[in-house]
């Protein structure tokens, strides 16, 4: 039985739509089509534009089911409040417009479904992450850790067990950010005097948590004292003096900074520097949040974040020593032997939607 379902996948910087259909060969993406999340406000005027632009795909067919996933946790009338944006996904305002059931799910909860098809040994899709030892341990049956910095930080976790999938929503990213030395430390109080309260993960491991950790570096709370030999950037390499290409990337709309800092880290100390601290704290949050799930399945890097900065993350281990870093021996050895992979397909959100519309309507 062929189906048609529209799907969406709503982040705080982009919108992205989808017709997906499903018939005997599985789901297909079929038409898509992206937006600013930031210029919109709400979902109608982009779902109508899309609409339009898909009379020739739908020829007449109806809709049989919509789902939406969305940057923030789903509340009790049926709407997303987004975590990274000034408006609201609503289920009602959808279904009185496309006059079929809607259904929306945390953005992570898409991200948990969608790993589940992903072939962990194509390299088109996944990257895996080496251990320090140069092992590459093999994923099992059970629970998947999924672990995603974007314009926020996402966590979602799934159990997949001899074929059977549920997924399930956190707001992990929203937990607590992992300090290890003074210059995190600092860090995090710097960012926790700025919204009064605690900074949580998300505030330091995302690409907004990029311009955190950056603005801070540049300031004068800075000092090149706090570097220790962790650091791959040197205090030698920083002459008291902001360099042209810090200053430049300050004078930028801040939602250009962190691509920016990414592009600057090869040849810029405190674009550099900034990277490090990065990776130091999200390969923490993930070992963080490895021990609290024990996750069989492997750990999943999701989010645009890891993927366009994957050199980065692999080289001289600079994610994988962070995350295999625990004073507990026994966590130390769990570990060592987590699989852990960086996920490439842009597509995985739209599918993760596209498979939960698909359960979700075969089992209304």
């Known amino acids: 039985m062929n189906r048609l379902f529209l799907v969406g996948d709503i982040g705080g910087t982009n919108t992205n739509l989808a017709l997906a259909e499903y018939n005997e060969f599985g789901i297909k993406l079929i038409k898509k089509a992206r937006f600013s999340t930031q210029h919109e406000h709400s979902l109608l005027d982009p779902v109508r534009q899309f609409l339009k632009e898909t009379q020739g795909y739908i020829a007449g067919r109806r809709f049989d089911f919509c789902c939406v996933s969305g940057a923030g946790p789903v509340q009790p009338d049926h709407s997303i409040q987004l975590t990274n944006a000034p408006w609201a996904i609503r289920a009602d305002e959808l279904e009185d417009m496309l006059k079929t059931p809607v259904k929306l799910i945390n953005d992570f ?107 801070f570096i540049c300031s004068e709370r800075f000092n090149t004292t706090m570097l220790g030999s962790m650091y791959e950037t040197k205090e030698s390499q920083f002459t008291g003096t902001i360099t042209s290409e810090a200053r430049s990337i300050l004078e930028k709309a801040r939602t250009e900074w962190p691509a920016l800092i990414a592009q600057g880290a090869n040849t810029d100390p405190y674009c550099a520097l900034t990277m490090e601290v990065f990776v130091h704290l999200y390969g923490l949050k993930a070992a963080n949040l490895t021990s609290l799930f024990l996750p069989a399945g492997g750990v999943w890097l999701a989010g645009g974040i890891s993927s366009k900065n994957e050199q980065w993350l692999l080289q001289n281990s600079r994610f994988m020593r962070w995350f295999e870093k625990n004073y507990a021996p026994h966590i130390r050895q769990l570990l060592a032997q987590t699989p852990v992979f960086i996920v490439k397909n842009y597509d995985i959100s739209l599918m993760g939607a596209a498979v939960a519309a698909l359960q979700f309507s075969t089992n209304s």
């Open 109 to 215: 909860t898409a991200l948990s479904y969608a790993i589940t098809l992903l072939d962990y040994r194509d390299k088109r899709e996944v990257t895996r992450i080496p251990h320090c030892d140069g092992s590459l341990p093999e994923p099992q049956d059970g629970l998947m850790l999924v672990i995603g910095a974007g314009t926020g930080l996402g966590v979602g976790f799934v159990d997949r067990n001899r074929g059977k999938v549920a997924a399930f929503a956190s707001e992990g990213g929203h937990s607590e950010l992992p300090c290890y030395d003074q210059l995190s430390h600092e860090i995090h109080q710097w960012i926790s005097n700025l919204v009064g309260f605690p900074a949580g993960a998300e505030l330091a491991i995302s690409g907004q948590g990029i311009a955190n950790i950056f603005e």
